[in-house]
């Protein structure tokens, strides 16, 4: 498959464990919500998926590559945006995505082509030549995203892409990005927000480390609706004893 597989995914800090048996699929094309509250394992599931930490337990395949086997290769086909801003505030949007090129091999014409077309992906094309730090929060943002599909990625994976943005800003981004998926991409979004959520999204609630659901957004919200869903699987008070 062309998408993400995650196969009985498990880590650990010392004692803490931090996820446990994690199995879930992206298909190519899918906007998938990686749902859950603070602490539920969404940070520690990019670590491992752009290897930054290694799984104790368990397999990642991205586009066909085993993470552990094929690294290179597998990280080749991501593209990621972390919690943390990573931009050179004094240099051009175009000058930040050229840097990111260069560092995927691309250069010259191939590395302008490959930048316009992100940028104009994101709605960016008419501020690439831009200091980054004239930017409102929103526009950066969108042009992180634009720089994570300059190598042309087939997943695509965010980590709360939308911290600190108003909500309008955080509407242009959602929209954005589902429109991404329909391009083809499978996109991985983490969250603890359901309005980020469309109903044919694929939404996966991570909870205490473990998958406590896996489906589309609309059969978790069901008659009560994605938030009392959502409140209903992670309500700490509802776990004693579980
Ligand atoms: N470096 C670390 N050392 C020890 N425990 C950690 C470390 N990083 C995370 N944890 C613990 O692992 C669990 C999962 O944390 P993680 O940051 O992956 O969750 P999260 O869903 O991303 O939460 P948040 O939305 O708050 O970032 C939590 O219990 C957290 O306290």
Not at 147 to 172: K, N
């Amino acid at each position: 498959m062309n998408g993400l597989e995650i196969n009985h995914v498990s880590y650990r800090y010392g004692e803490r464990k931090a996820l446990d048996d994690v199995s879930f699929q992206v298909e190519p094309g899918r906007f998938c919500a990686l749902l859950g509250p603070n602490g539920a394992g969404k940070s520690t599931l990019f670590a491992l998926l752009t290897r930054l930490i290694v799984a104790d337990e368990g397999a990642i395949q991205v586009a066909g590559f085993d993470i552990a086997r094929s690294p290179r290769a597998a990280l080749a086909r991501i593209g990621v945006v972390f919690q943390q801003p990573t931009l050179d505030l004094d240099m051009t949007v175009r000058r930040n995505l050229r840097y990111f090129a260069g560092l995927h091999g691309l250069s010259g014409r191939s590395a302008a082509i490959a930048i316009d077309r992100a940028l104009a992906q994101l709605g960016m094309a008419e501020r690439a030549d831009e200091v980054v730090r004239s930017l409102n929060g929103g526009h950066r943002r969108r042009m992180e995203i634009a720089r994570a599909l300059v190598h042309q990625p087939d997943i695509l994976l965010l980590d709360e892409a939308t911290v600190g943005l108003d909500a309008a800003a955080r509407q242009a981004i959602t929209d954005h990005v589902h429109e991404l998926a329909g391009t083809g991409l499978a996109v991985l979004w983490a969250t603890h927000l359901v309005d980020e959520v469309a109903m044919a999204d694929q939404v996966v609630v991570l909870h205490r480390g473990r998958v406590r659901s896996d489906g589309p957004a609309g059969e978790l919200a069901g008659e009560s609706g994605l938030a009392k869903a959502f409140l209903a699987m992670t309500d700490e008070s509802m776990e004693a004893g579980a």
